[in-house]
């Protein structure tokens, strides 16, 4: 069968009219999802290798930490977990003999209803009570201040004994611990 | 008349087959017309060119959603991956550290009061008690002095430091021995006097 000109003619314009079509349809669709994937693979591959980085992060870091596991746990009993009241006064009853000071009255205890701080911590209040002459004064205030556990003196009244030449001081401060 | 003449003629010429009617054979006579298929190439070159784009296009998208399923993929080992003991250790740890650096801050250096004190304090002014307040900013002294003049020039010391706000001075009344015993309270400027540099 052989076709006549018009016919091929009109076969023609049909194809032509659908390659139009497919074109408009799918092609220029398809064509501008292109860019659309692409932004989205690096936005992925974005993604991976931030998680791939923060991993190998996460590791080092992981890997110092168990490393210096002593150090950090050392660091970190500047606010220790717990109130760890006998540990405080051991702490004091060193620092007082190191500063030739005896210790005539120490209290320490949680500050009751005392709502946990801003910093997340929670207080122990201390009170002690000495018998000191001047210089030793400074010596225990400034072993109290470099202790590594952080006790921070709100008040200090030194003021002359009545009973012997050395003078009466009375300290108040708070440490602090996480709960 | 005439028109039995005409059939006469007609049937002796169809007897004698000098006339043909209808050929025996069909023969159809081809004529090229330059350009004639010109429309039908045109449109199966365009059918072909999209379609061929079509499946290009469609290969390409199915790659690319391909390579989106495998970084999702490899995200997903990833997340399996992931120590979570670690993360949480790791989580504990800063925010400790943190505590403890903001408190490590905020330490109060009460021995700076009283290095303060020391250095401002006049020859002729003894200190008999003294109380420290860290929450109301200030400084309470019991002193004696051996004369007037003397607590003046003390009273300006103190003033002239810049980390003292104000000086208030109590009663001044002879003491024993011939000494001028009076309070004196120290207001300072800022409690960040007691907080390390």
Redesign the interface.
């Given at each position: 069968m052989t076709l006549t000109s018009t016919r091929k003619n009109t076969i023609g314009a049909i194809l032509i009219a659908v390659a139009a079509l497919v074109f408009w349809v799918f092609d220029l669709v398809m064509y501008k999802q292109i860019p659309i994937f692409d932004s989205a693979i690096s936005e992925h591959q974005a993604v991976l290798q931030k998680r791939k980085d923060a991993q190998q992060n996460i590791q080092s870091l992981y890997g110092t930490y168990q490393n210096r596991l002593s150090e950090i746990q050392k660091f970190l009993s500047i606010v220790p977990e717990g109130k760890e009241i006998a540990e405080l006064i051991s702490a004091l009853e060193t620092i007082a003999v190191q500063s030739g000071i005896e210790i005539s009255e120490i209290s320490i205890a949680e500050q009751k209803g005392a709502k946990t701080s801003k910093k997340g911590t929670r207080n122990v209040g201390i009170s002690i009570k000495l018998l000191a002459p001047y210089s030793s004064i400074l010596t225990f205030l400034n072993s109290i201040e470099q202790n590594i556990r952080v006790i921070d003196i709100q008040r200090i009244a030194v003021a002359p004994s009545i009973a012997n030449t050395l003078l009466g001081i009375d300290i108040r401060g708070e440490a602090y611990f996480i709960k | 008349m005439g028109g039995v003449v005409l059939c006469k003629v007609y049937s002796n010429l169809i007897e004698k087959k000098d006339i043909q009617l209808l050929p025996e054979t069909r023969k159809k006579i081809?004529i090229k017309?330059p350009g004639?298929?010109?429309?039908?190439?045109?449109?199966?070159v365009?059918?072909i060119?999209?379609?061929g784009?079509?499946f290009g296009?469609?290969m390409?998208?199915t790659s690319?959603?391909e390579?989106?399923s495998q970084?999702?993929q490899?995200?997903a080992e990833?997340?399996i991956?992931?120590?979570k003991k670690?993360?949480k250790?790791?989580l504990a740890?800063g925010?400790?550290?943190s505590?403890?650096s903001?408190?490590?801050n905020?330490?109060?250096?009460?021995?700076k009061a009283?290095e303060k004190i020391e250095s401002l304090l006049s020859r002729q002014v003894q200190v008999?008690?003294?109380?420290?307040?860290?929450?109301s900013k200030n400084i309470k002294l019991?002193m004696v002095a051996t004369t007037y003049t003397a607590i003046a020039k003390q009273i300006a010391a103190f003033l002239a430091d810049d980390v003292m706000e104000d000086v208030v001075v109590g009663k001044i009344s002879p003491g024993s021995g011939g000494l001028l015993e009076f309070g004196m309270e120290l207001d300072l400027a800022s409690s960040k006097f007691f907080k390390k540099e």
């Amino acid at each position: 069968m052989t076709l006549t000109s018009t016919r091929k003619n009109t076969i023609g314009a049909i194809l032509i009219a659908v390659a139009a079509l497919v074109f408009w349809v799918f092609d220029l669709v398809m064509y501008k999802q292109i860019p659309i994937f692409d932004s989205a693979i690096s936005e992925h591959q974005a993604v991976l290798q931030k998680r791939k980085d923060a991993q190998q992060n996460i590791q080092s870091l992981y890997g110092t930490y168990q490393n210096r596991l002593s150090e950090i746990q050392k660091f970190l009993s500047i606010v220790p977990e717990g109130k760890e009241i006998a540990e405080l006064i051991s702490a004091l009853e060193t620092i007082a003999v190191q500063s030739g000071i005896e210790i005539s009255e120490i209290s320490i205890a949680e500050q009751k209803g005392a709502k946990t701080s801003k910093k997340g911590t929670r207080n122990v209040g201390i009170s002690i009570k000495l018998l000191a002459p001047y210089s030793s004064i400074l010596t225990f205030l400034n072993s109290i201040e470099q202790n590594i556990r952080v006790i921070d003196i709100q008040r200090i009244a030194v003021a002359p004994s009545i009973a012997n030449t050395l003078l009466g001081i009375d300290i108040r401060g708070e440490a602090y611990f996480i709960k | 008349m005439g028109g039995v003449v005409l059939c006469k003629v007609y049937s002796n010429l169809i007897e004698k087959k000098d006339i043909q009617l209808l050929p025996e054979t069909r023969k159809k006579i081809e004529i090229k017309v330059p350009g004639e298929n010109r429309m039908l190439i045109c449109g199966i070159v365009a059918t072909i060119l999209v379609a061929g784009l079509f499946f290009g296009l469609k290969m390409h998208l199915t790659s690319l959603e391909e390579q989106i399923s495998q970084i999702n993929q490899e995200i997903a080992e990833l997340e399996i991956q992931r120590n979570k003991k670690a993360e949480k250790d790791l989580l504990a740890l800063g925010e400790r550290i943190s505590v403890a650096s903001s408190i490590v801050n905020d330490h109060i250096l009460l021995t700076k009061a009283f290095e303060k004190i020391e250095s401002l304090l006049s020859r002729q002014v003894q200190v008999l008690s003294l109380e420290v307040s860290v929450g109301s900013k200030n400084i309470k002294l019991n002193m004696v002095a051996t004369t007037y003049t003397a607590i003046a020039k003390q009273i300006a010391a103190f003033l002239a430091d810049d980390v003292m706000e104000d000086v208030v001075v109590g009663k001044i009344s002879p003491g024993s021995g011939g000494l001028l015993e009076f309070g004196m309270e120290l207001d300072l400027a800022s409690s960040k006097f007691f907080k390390k540099e």
